[in-house]
């Protein structure tokens, strides 16, 4: 049922059963610690929208589940929050997520793991693990996820949730903390297409504090799946995934066929240079952003002898990712090579949005996997190069600035949900939500 739309008597309802249940299942995790055991009473009457821990809201801390920023308590409110608390929704609890949003399974929050609602060995995904696993576990009627490679998408595809990541410049990222600012956009993970609907509508418009916020027409979503679509769908994605997946995904395109709609059968470039390419863009934005965390500024200040010292003792706190991410994207970017990498990938970054700008040429949506196996355990991908391959299917659609939404469509053997990815041509949003719907 679509919970943005309750009245506000069965709104009374839903959250008294959400904070019995959210007491009940703190082990759960999806919550960061500052906002277990509250009570959804106290946060407004509003319907209740559960917020990752990078997007500012005033006099909550903000820390991107790191230790250095913890006690920074928000001066403001993102955007976001503002359009959402004059919809009337009400934003309460910070949802774990991976530090600074690096990762595929929160597993790198300084706040511990969540767990995954279909089965507590395996991870929720990532970044946004938080937010998609309250929402699948029954935790939160919706959460606000940011996606920089698949942060929404991923730990939606393996929580069994919606998660939609909105074209690059459609929604506000004032007050998002920046990872990499030429690919992060906020999105809704919900528990239905509806609602992502709903939420986006709420979330999406042109932001003039926002410079790469984009001054296009912005019209209401209203939802249509009476429509015919051309789909095209990419052959060597699919036939890379799980076995399971790749069947789930199959089935699903053959009923489509079936119900009149046209599939075109693609593929799109090998994607390991879509990771590799993410990989210069990312870290260099990265390493270039999160300088401003010095304990001058922002963060949790280490006094040291002196200010070499002081900054020194204090970047310290940054977990393990982060620190790779900041000195892999310093190195990128130093003077000498910059045009081995950097510029090389901001070359291929082009060669892939023409790649997608071709498809859309022909088709009004490209479907593809989410990610190419479900939740994993925890622990089991303790290579780092390994964990980068989980976002395979999800980082091209950043790199080219295009919208696309992950729709949980069935389970694989061991009972884990599969995830469908759809993509839309930039500003979109409307044939993307239409796709969706059809495919829910
Ligand atoms: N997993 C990817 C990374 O670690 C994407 C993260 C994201 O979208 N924030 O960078």
Redesign the pocket.
Known sequence: KEALKLSKEELKDLKAEINKKAKENKELGGYVEQFLGKDLSDMGDGVPIAIKDNINVKGWEVTCSSKILQGYVSPYNATVIDKMLEAGLSPFGRCNM?EF????STETSYYGKTLNPHDANRVPG???GGSAAVVGAGLAVAALG???????R?PAAFCGVVGMKPTYGRVSRLGLVA?SSS??QIGPITQNVEDAAILYNILAGHDPKDSTSAPVENKKIEINENRKLKIAVIDNYIDEADEDIKNRLNDIIAELEKEGHTIIHKTLMNSKYDVAT?YVV?TAEASSNLARFDGMRYGNRIEGKDLKETYKLTRAQFGDEVKRRIMLGTFVLSSGYYDAYYLKAQKVRHLIKNEFDKLFAEADLVLTPVTPSTAFEFGSKKDPLE??L??IYT?SV?LAGVPAISLPVGKDKNNMPIGLQLIAKHFDEQTLFDGAKIVE
């Not at 940011?146 to 929404?152: L, P, Q, R, V, Y």
């Open positions: 991976d949003a690096m990762g595929s990532g970044s946004s940011s996606d920089t490679g698949g942060s929404i991923q990872f690919l992060d993410y990312a964990m980068y989980s976002d980082i950043n």
